[in-house]
């Protein structure tokens, strides 16, 4: 697409309702991991054992948003976002999973939730971002079903808590993969393996997905109420029936599988058969439990997957080639840039009867930013972003009910097993000196966000003077 497509790219296309802004994870950001009561997280524990994390970082300091969330904020205000995503650590509310509160944790998020409303910053909260007590993995994690009962103390904890003045909640944050990386490939934490971990800890989550859901709707039908889940538009790697079978599984998986669940769908027992030894760990009761109306699904896309049939890979029978190998320029986590990848999803998705509302909940690109002399040059973060919000306006624009757009992510971050490799942020951290400095894409957004109050008068005015 040419230069001036993405220029010409106006907030206003998008309607006075659609909404704009960042994402981010409490264990990504927060540190301070033991301040004010807080117990430890799998990712806490994780993240300090040898091997785990790229060059042996962790998360004990982050951005230190804990103690500068306040400057954080206003920074954001500054830059026209007026909605932010972030996370609550239920090891700060609950240090032991279930049980008790930790004052002090609730008081943070008091503090935050209230300077965001101050600003003018609408707080979208997602219940799990990846962060499980390290309590309660001792006893079993989400491989024992009790994590129903964990789970659910904690939901209603926070929405008693918060429910005044959050109306915008997300169950879970990508169920797929803190599943397959945390508990079948073992490189996220809390690093189990293998498939007798995988299943088990699936149907739970799953169950917990609908059953937060409900919790919410039970305690305030107008709360707004979603989750999230990571997509990646699938294609197969060569024109033949194999890969093209291959493609489907690994669709099922990644982009179907959890959504499908809460819809009533059941298991895809037929394009994967090994998905079967969940039985043993399904109740009569579960048919229902699965199940909830979601008001919207939040979708998280970077990336697409080119895949083929691969007879050697168990369980799924495919892999992907990766991106370099069809020598594509890559962002630096290694993941080509698609963005005709969201617009399919964007439409795969609307096609679902059950699903009524579509956020962008999650985009965005790691590149080598560099900081010289004050500012940070990143066009290609830029491009990035024009390519997927334009593509996203094209959905829209085609009748898809795609209502927001959150960019991936406001400051950089820990990129778990990645450390403080990639950085995703808007705005560029300065780890050693605790700096914020506003990237050059950073500066596209805030200007792009930018609605003059002329444009609002107009409209106004031509509603009024109707006769
Ligand atoms: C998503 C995660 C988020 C962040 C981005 C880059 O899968 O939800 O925490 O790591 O990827």
Redesign the pocket.
């Known amino acids: 697409m040419e230069d001036n497509f993405f220029s010409d790219l106006k907030r206003s296309d998008f309607g006075e309702n659609f909404i704009w802004g960042t994402s981010t994870?409490a264990f990504?950001i927060e540190g301070s991991p033991f301040a004010d009561g807080k117990k430890a997280s799998i990712w806490d524990e994780f993240s300090h054992k040898k091997g785990k994390i790229y060059k042996g970082q962790n998360a004990d300091i982050a951005c230190d948003f804990y103690n500068r969330y306040v400057e954080d904020l206003r920074l954001m205000k500054s830059m026209n976002i007026k909605h932010f995503r972030f996370s609550f650590s239920w090891s700060r509310i609950l240090p032991d999973g279930t049980g008790k509160i930790n004052e002090a944790g609730l008081n943070f998020y008091d503090r935050l939730i209230d300077q965001c409303l101050a600003l003018g910053i609408t707080p979208w909260v997602t219940l799990y971002?990846w962060d499980l007590p390290q309590a309660l993995e001792e006893k079993g994690g989400w491989t024992n079903r009790e994590i129903i009962n964990w789970f659910s103390e904690y939901v209603k904890v926070c929405v008693s808590r918060f429910g005044d003045r959050v109306k915008n909640w997300m169950v879970l944050?990508?169920p797929l993969?803190f599943l397959g990386a945390g508990h079948f490939l073992g490189i996220h934490a809390p690093g189990r393996r293998g498939v007798k971990n995988f299943i088990p800890a699936m149907h739970h989550a799953s169950l917990c997905q609908a059953i937060g859901g409900r919790i919410l709707r039970d305690f305030d039908e107008n709360l707004n109420i979603g989750t999230t889940f990571?997509c990646s538009y699938i294609e197969a790697f060569r024109d033949r029936e194999k890969d093209y079978k291959a493609a489907n599984r690994v669709d099922c998986l990644v982009n179907r599988l959890f959504l499908e669940l809460s819809l009533g769908y059941g298991y895809p027992f037929e394009e994967l058969a090994f998905l079967k030894r969940v039985e043993k760990y399904y109740k009569a009761e579960d048919d229902d439990l699965l199940q909830f109306e979601f008001d919207f699904i939040g979708i998280?896309n970077?990336t697409r997957e080119i895949v083929k049939n691969a007879w050697w890979i168990p369980y799924l029978q495919a892999t992907n080639v990766k991106a370099e190998k069809r020598n594509l320029q890559t962002t630096d986590m290694g993941w080509e840039i698609y963005s005709d990848g969201l617009f399919h999803l964007l439409k795969k998705y609307d096609a679902y009867p059950g699903v009524k509302n579509i956020l962008v909940s999650?985009n965005?690109a790691a590149f080598p930013d560099q900081l010289i002399n004050g500012q940070v040059k990143d066009e290609e973060r830029k491009q990035y972003l024009q390519q997927y919000i334009a593509v996203t306006l094209k959905a829209k624009n085609q009748g898809v009910n795609v209502n927001g757009y959150f960019v991936?992510s406001f400051t950089d971050n820990f990129?778990?097993a990645e450390g403080y490799r990639p950085r995703?942020g808007l705005v560029y951290i300065d780890y050693e000196r605790q700096q914020r400095i506003i990237k050059n894409s950073g500066l596209w957004y805030r200007d792009f966000l930018k609605t003059t109050s002329i444009q609002k008068r107009t409209n106004y005015q031509s509603i009024s003077f109707k006769s």
């Open positions: 994870a990504q971002h944050n990508e993969v990571s998280q970077y999650e965005g991936w990129e778990w995703f």
